[in-house]
């Protein structure tokens, strides 16, 4: 009898405890006091992706390019006015909430885009006649 009771008492709290565990929400991270706005944040990292392929095309050895990356980086960030600590949080922050980042991410690649058509005007007005040809033939076999 005392085991009929030992083994009610088992399956009786079980579902009890999935319940309750259950209840139990994550909490959302809280934004950083000194968390980077979107605007501020967008050309930032349209600037260090650039600084990253400046120095992957310097065609130092890879402890020397780190080396220099970092010192720019550090230059970068003290131009903007940011400590290196709020852009790492703030980046992390974005990161957790992933269509924020997902939406930075897609002006960062406009901002670049701009910057090259600015640099190089040629290439420019060979992607818009190839985006021209493509709308193009999407006409015609309609």
């Known amino acids: 009898m005392k085991l009929f009771r030992c083994r009610h008492l088992g399956l009786a709290l079980a579902p009890l405890l999935l319940l309750l565990s259950a209840c139990d929400v994550p909490e959302q991270p809280q934004p950083p006091a000194d968390l980077l706005p979107k605007e501020k944040l967008i ?69 670049l885009t701009a910057r090259q058509h600015r640099l190089d005007p040629a290439a420019a007005a060979k992607d818009s006649a190839a985006a021209a040809a493509k709308r193009w033939e999407g006409e015609e076999t309609k």
């Not at 010192?71 to 400590?83: N, P, Y």
């Not at 290196?84 to 924020?100: L, P």
């Open 43 to 111: 050309p930032l990292l349209a600037d260090l992706h650039e600084l990253e392929a400046r120095v992957e095309s310097s065609r130092l050895a890879p402890d020397s390019s780190r080396a220099l990356f970092l010192a720019q980086q550090k230059t970068l960030l003290w131009r903007r006015e940011v400590s290196d600590s709020a852009f790492h949080r703030s980046y992390r922050y974005y990161g957790i909430h992933g269509k924020d980042l997902h939406d930075i991410y897609g002006a960062v690649i406009d901002t």
